[in-house]
């Protein structure tokens, strides 16, 4: 797993392609240089992801976002946290990390002073633990098996004779 610089690195290998308007990302959970996958590097570049998502989605201008009623309301020097706008809102508006601890310090403290490494280790033994893969229907399973047994066929051409064993989707 890696380190500060590691989630830096990571930050901006995702951001500036994104925003060039690559629609796939390289990389998720490698460390050294690609050599290596780390689980636990791929749950913190998950959440590292949903946040580029989001910025690069850009920001929804609309008169309802705008809250220009809601502005004039509350006046200069009030605050917005009673109102039902900010309720509504407030949950889609910022990005919702899993992972990340927002929480105040002395809140995390008293949780166990747990760092990204420790959490990240924690979700990829809960997902290992619990996840369920759903099946692919079968139209879909069939149509994988037939898609690789063409390449397989046609790469059967071009590689020496050797007995293969294939896994069933």
Not at 118 to 134: C, M, N
């Amino acid at each position: 797993m890696g380190d500060q610089q590691a989630g830096h690195e990571k930050t901006l290998t995702m951001m500036l392609p994104a925003l060039a308007g690559a629609n796939m990302i390289y990389g998720l959970g490698m460390i050294e240089l690609g050599m290596t996958l780390d689980f636990a590097q791929l749950v913190v570049d998950n959440e590292i992801a949903k946040m580029v998502r989001k910025v690069v989605g850009g920001i929804c201008v609309t008169d309802e976002t705008l809250a220009v009623d809601v502005i004039r309301k509350v006046g200069a020097g009030g605050h917005f946290l009673m109102e039902e706008h900010t309720f509504k809102h407030m949950k889609t508006v910022q990005s919702q990390s899993q992972l990340f601890d927002r929480t105040p310090r002395e809140n995390w403290s008293d949780n166990g002073s747990k760092d990204i490494v420790t959490r990240a280790r924690e979700q990829v033994r809960y997902i290992l633990e619990h996840h369920k893969p759903e099946h692919l229907p079968a139209p879909v399973a069939q149509q994988l098996r037939e898609i690789i047994e063409a390449a397989e066929q046609e790469w059967e051409i071009h590689k020496p004779k050797t007995r293969q064993r294939r896994r069933n989707l």
